[in-house]
């Protein structure tokens, strides 16, 4: 009898095969570290088909940065809904953040801890994806001040700031948690709420922290 003929893999299927590959590589190693050798073995490939896929070690890691950050912006888009009270609409967002982070942890180990080290263009990459979670909250934050002062005129740019160290916060307490046996997703989400709202809930109540008076 001759071999049997098994149908050859489409092309889509096996570069997400080497992406996946990569991601853990990458993330439990760093990218100085891995080999495209050892990507290519646990894709169960041959290197030069990684190469003829994805061109270089460079641009593997960009293709790579670029699946994850998509993911995650995805991920907390998905989960907020618009006609939900702005506190809910965080929350979801949060726990959705914190979800993906908490099940893909080699993907965020690349973006807030490999793609940020090791220069332009990958710390680009990762900027843009910031930015857009950015201003995802922006403009959360934004409908909430301007419905609860019943102006909607109201400057975007007094919670363009709060988003800012909302996303930063969020960024840190993902890194923290992973690397803390024990906290949940639920959990993280639950703090930065806790440390947030308290804060965002007065300012959206037109009861914002004063400053002290300069001294003279």
């Given at each position: 009898?001759?071999?049997?003929?098994?149908k050859?893999?489409?092309?889509?299927?096996?570069?997400?095969?080497?992406?996946?590959?990569?991601?853990?590589?990458?993330?439990?190693?760093?990218?100085?570290?891995?080999?495209?050798?050892?990507?290519?073995?646990?894709?169960?490939?041959?290197?030069?088909?990684?190469?003829?896929?994805?061109?270089?070690?460079?641009?593997?890691?960009?293709?790579?940065?670029?699946?994850?950050?998509?993911?995650?912006?995805?991920?907390?888009?998905?989960?907020?809904?618009?006609?939900?009270?702005?506190?809910?609409?965080?929350?979801?967002?949060?726990?959705?953040?914190?979800?993906?982070?908490?099940?893909?942890?080699?993907?965020?180990?690349?973006?807030h801890?490999q793609?940020?080290?090791?220069?332009?263009p990958?710390?680009?990459?990762?900027?843009?994806?910031?930015?857009e979670?950015?201003?995802f909250?922006?403009?959360?934050?934004?409908?909430?001040?301007?419905?609860?002062?019943?102006?909607?005129?109201l400057?975007?740019?007094?919670?363009?700031?709060v988003?800012?160290?909302?996303?930063?916060?969020?960024?840190?307490?993902?890194?923290?948690?992973?690397?803390?046996?024990?906290?949940?997703a639920?959990?993280?989400?639950?703090t930065?709420?806790?440390?947030?709202?308290?804060?965002?809930?007065?300012?959206?109540?037109?009861?914002?922290?004063?400053?002290?008076?300069?001294?003279?």
């Open positions: 009898m001759g071999a049997v003929k098994t050859r893999m489409p092309r889509a299927v096996r570069e997400q095969q080497m992406l996946d590959a990569a991601v853990r590589t990458f993330g439990r190693r760093g990218y100085m570290a891995a080999s495209m050798d050892e990507i290519a073995e646990l894709a169960g490939v041959s290197k030069p088909l990684v190469y003829l896929y994805l061109n270089s070690k460079e641009s593997l890691f960009t293709a790579c940065i670029r699946r994850e950050a998509a993911a995650l912006v995805r991920a907390v888009r998905g989960a907020v809904r618009t006609d939900l009270p702005a506190d809910r609409q965080l929350w979801d967002g949060l726990r959705a953040f914190f979800a993906h982070t908490a099940e893909h942890p080699d993907g965020w180990s690349v973006l801890l793609a940020r080290t090791h220069g332009e990958f710390a680009a990459e990762v900027a843009a994806m910031r930015a979670l950015v201003a909250a922006t403009h959360l934050l934004v409908v909430a001040a301007r419905a609860a002062h019943q102006d909607p005129d400057p975007e740019r007094g919670v363009a700031g988003a800012e160290a909302l996303v930063g916060a969020a960024e840190s307490l993902a890194t923290w948690a992973n690397t803390t046996p024990g906290v949940t639920r959990e993280s989400a639950a930065l709420m806790n440390l947030a709202w308290a804060g965002l809930g007065n300012l959206l109540e037109g009861r914002p922290w004063l400053q002290p008076p300069a001294a003279d």
